[in-house]
Each structure stands twice: as C-alpha cells, then as structure tokens.
C-alpha cells in the first residue's frame, strides 16, 4: 500500500498568496495615482545616475544643445540638422542654462508622462496583462536610455501615443493637434496619420480624417515656421549614407533588444504560434490589431530606407507589446520582458567585433555588459576622449599654433563642454549643410577672429584645408576625423600636411589605451 504525500496547508496558502499578489501585479492599473506614483519615483531613480553624464551618447543630443545655446547666445536659430527638429530646439533652449542635468530631467519628465499615456491607453484598449506591459514599457533599455538623455525621440512618441490616446476618445482635433507636436519634435511622426486614417475609417468615423488632417498640417506648420522661414522648401534633407546589410541586422538585435532580449522573444514568439493564428482574422475583425500591424510595418519599412539609429524604432515599442499582450500567455509575456529589461544588464556582447557581422562577432563573444552599462561607459568614454583633445592641444607644447585641429563627430560634445572658453562661430553660411552649427561650425580659443590661436572644427573640406594651410597655420586631426574626411570629402589630411594628434584611443567611444594607428 503506497502512502499519499500531501502539501501542507501552509505551502498550498503560500503558493495562492504569490500567485494572487503575482495576478494583481502583471493586471496593475498604473492609471490609480498610488501605484502611479510608486512607479513615477522607481522610474525617476533610476535614471538619477544618468543626468550628469553628459547630454547624451548621440552626438546629435550635443549639437541641439549647441544649438540651445547659440540661440541664447547670438540670437539666431540654426537647425541643431535638417529637416529640423524645432519643437525640440526651442523646449532644450528653456532649460540649456541649467546644463546637462535640467534638459536631461525634461527629457526624464516628458517620457515618464509617456509612461502614464501607453497606461492609459492600455486600460482604455482592455490589454490584458497591462501593468506587466507598463512596467516593460517604462524599463526597456532602448527606452530608458533616450528617456535620460537631450534628444527628442521620447518628446515625440509621448504626443504620438496621445494622438492615438484621443482618437480612441473620437477627438480628431485634439489628436491632429498632438500628431502635430510630435512632428514638430519629429517629423517622420507624421508616417502615423494615414495609419490613423486606416482606424477611422475601420471603426466606422471616417468623418473624422478631414479634422484630423487639418489640425496636423496646421500644428506642423507652425511648429515649422522657424524652419521654413530659414530654409524655404530645400528644409526637406537629410543625411544619407548606406548602411551596410550586415550591420542593419546587428542593430536590429544587439542594439534594439539585446542578444538576451531578442532571443527570449524568439522563443516566446515560437511558444505563442497557436495564439497567433488568430492574428490574420483579427487584422479583419478588430481595428486596433491592424493599427498596431501596420504601424510596425511602416515603421520598419521607413527604418530599412535609413537605418542610421535603432532609436528610430523607439515609436514601434508600443505596438509590439501591445501585439505581444494579446497574442502571449501571461507566463510568456512576463519571460519576455523580464528578458528584454535583463538585457539592459547582462548581454552577450563581442569586444573584438567590427562594423558589420564577421568571424569575431562570434568567435569573441562572452557575457558582459547589457546596453544600459554600456552606454554608461560609452558617455564616460566619449567626455574623456574630448577632455583630452582640448588638454593635449591647450598644454603640449610640441602643437604649433595657429593651430586647426579637425576632431570628427566629438566636435559637438568638445563646443558644448568647453563652450566657457571657446567662441562659437561658423565657417561659413551653408543652407545646404545638414547641420550649419557642427558640419560649418568653428570653436576658438579665444575668440573667432581671422586667425584664433586654436580653431577646432568637424571636417575640412580639401579647399579650407588648403587655404589654412596657406595662411601658414597648423593641421592636426584625430584618426576618427580622418576616417571621416576620407568617407565624406575623399581625401586623407594626413597625405597634405595634416598631422594626427598622440591620443591615447582613436575612438570617441573607446576607452583609453586602444589607439592603434601610427600615422
């Protein structure tokens, strides 16, 4: 005769009180002002460290602060680059004099009220499993990353989701007007209106589009109107340059959701198959999936035309967690994001790897710091790179002046950082220059007159080089400058005169010590 075990009640009401305290977790209403509240200072903690380490790992969150400051500074609006991020350029003026940590922290509130928006909308849909949805929203690395930093990425999609917000509430004016704003942060937000279009017209309110259209064209061009007043139409550019096919799928993984984050989703996708042979009845049935599948497709559709920053998929967020909560299993969902959040900490990561995908993407590969670490290191490395260039040019007495020092894509961090000893100027007017300020832009110790001591500029096109060479100044470059001179203006400054200044990395975002090249 065979004993029977049984639980002890204690156990079983251990195991019903976690359960049940798990259940009320993953359904929390973080619309409720407690539970908002606790998560509003979780969320604000933990972007702390983030505030004083600079504007950001994006040069382009150091140019919007240059241009900030030259507007405070000269008056004039130049476009931190075209086709202008004005909304963005004027907000981070009302802050640039409290420096890194006060535009950082508007950064921190605008995305935190983000957070409360997807909430909202996700009580206001029925998402099952909304408060596990919320918490990875508000913790996903990729977003918390841009939500502590000078960029105008979370500006942009909080007034996109309250587009989406409102029309879910059938007001098609207030939903123009904050598409509008978005696109006046960012203007591919508007890529979202005829998507909008498709769900006014599947929920039966196609009498909406004329309204909603009106007020986002009208709200874009006012927010466009300092633009459009400098540039006329040619405010339409962009930069442009192929990505290789390689290095567009390794963004894709490695720097959207991790390699740990990317592979749990996977396998929860793979576990999720028999659910998600309901999606092509939904897209049919139900509005808001086609909303959500076609924002994704034309959101990567947009990105595979100009795959330059994986935070351009940061408007996709949404609507994939919003697909993953209706198509996964709580138990799925909740591996998901906890993956994609551990990601941020723990990845696999390849320390010899290059542009692109080859053997020692693999062959280096090993556990190490996730994307929020490393982007931690990468801020730290970036400011020394540039307090170096600035010690080495201002104290070594072998650098010759009148000195031209061609530094790369550090010249914003380095004008922005030592901008209370330099004078900010331009080389030249140059409409057709996608960012006047740092692609034509001068910093001089002491002032920009004819001849500065130091003049530290981006690049040199081959006639400037020439013609300070001819006013007998000094060339010196950084070997990061030099690759980019070669890319943009096909010629080597080191074959003309220039000479490479004896830094210790040959990359911003390298740490000290990995300089490589001799020439």
């Not at 490695?254 to 198959?273: C, F, Q």
């Not at 042979?277 to 100009?306: C, F, G, K, N, Q």
């Not at 900010?424 to 920009?448: H, N, T, V, Y």
């Amino acid at each position: 005769m065979q004993a029977t075990v049984s639980t002890p009640p204690r156990s079983r009401s251990l195991r019903a009180t976690t359960g049940r305290i798990f259940t009320a977790f993953v359904e929390l209403d973080f619309t409720r002002p407690l539970p908002f509240l606790i998560l509003a200072i979780v969320y604000v903690a933990s972007r702390v460290y983030w505030l004083d380490l600079g504007y950001g790992t994006d040069p382009d969150a150091w140019r919007v602060a240059l241009v900030a400051d030259y507007l405070w500074e000269e008056g004039e609006y130049l476009p931190s680059r075209l086709p202008g991020y004005p909304l963005h350029e004027f907000v981070t003026a009302l802050f640039i004099k409290g420096g890194w940590v006060a535009t950082n922290l508007s950064t921190v509130a605008i995305s935190l009220a983000g957070v409360y928006v997807f909430a909202w909308l996700a009580r206001r849909l029925g998402t099952v499993n909304a408060g596990a949805l919320t918490v990875g929203f508000a913790f996903a690395p990729l977003l918390w990353i841009n939500s502590v930093m000078t960029m105008d990425y979370m500006w942009a999609l909080t007034f996109l989701l309250g587009a989406y917000l409102a029309l879910t509430y059938k007001s098609a004016n207030m939903a123009g007007i904050s598409l509008g704003i978005a696109a006046g942060f960012r203007l591919t937000s508007l890529f979202m209106l005829p998507i909008f279009w498709l769900l006014l017209f599947r929920t039966k309110s196609g009498e909406q589009v004329r309204p909603l259209t009106l007020a986002t064209i009208a709200t874009v061009l006012v927010a466009f109107l300092p633009v459009i007043l400098t540039y006329g139409i040619s405010f339409l550019n962009f930069y442009d340059q192929e990505v290789q096919f390689e290095e567009f799928i390794k963004r894709l993984g490695k720097d959207g959701l991790g390699i740990v984050g990317v592979s749990a989703l996977g396998l929860a996708l793979l576990v999720s198959l028999p659910r998600l042979r309901r999606l092509p009845a939904d897209l049919l049935r139900e509005p808001h999936v086609l909303v959500w599948v076609a924002a994704i497709v034309v959101l990567m559709a947009s990105y595979t035309r100009l795959p330059h920053e994986i935070a351009y998929l940061l408007p996709l967020f949404p609507f994939g967690l919003f697909l993953m909560a209706r198509y996964m299993s709580r138990g799925v969902l909740v591996f998901a994001l906890v993956a994609i959040v551990v990601s941020g900490f723990v990845d696999f990561t390849s320390p010899d790897d290059v542009i692109g995908i080859n053997s020692s993407t693999f062959t280096s590969a090993r556990i190490g710091k996730g994307m929020l670490l490393s982007d931690i290191d990468t801020l730290k490395n970036q400011r020394d790179f540039a307090e170096e260039i600035r010690e080495i040019t201002t104290e070594r007495r072998e650098i010759r002046t009148p000195a031209v020092i061609v530094v790369g894509f550090i010249y914003p961090q380095l004008a922005m950082l030592f901008n209370d000893e330099l004078e900010i100027g331009l080389l030249e007017k140059d409409k057709g220059a996608i960012s006047q300020l740092s692609d034509k832009g001068r910093a001089c110790d002491p002032r920009c007159d004819d001849k500065p001591e130091i003049e530290y500029v981006w690049l040199l096109d081959y006639d400037r080089l020439q013609r300070y060479l001819t006013e007998e100044r000094t060339i010196y470059y950084t070997a990061d400058a030099a690759r980019s001179t070669f890319a943009v203006y096909g010629y080597r400054p080191g074959y003309f005169g220039g000479l490479e200044l004896p830094l210790s990395r040959e990359n911003p975002s390298l740490g000290a010590g990995t300089a490589t090249s001799e020439r």
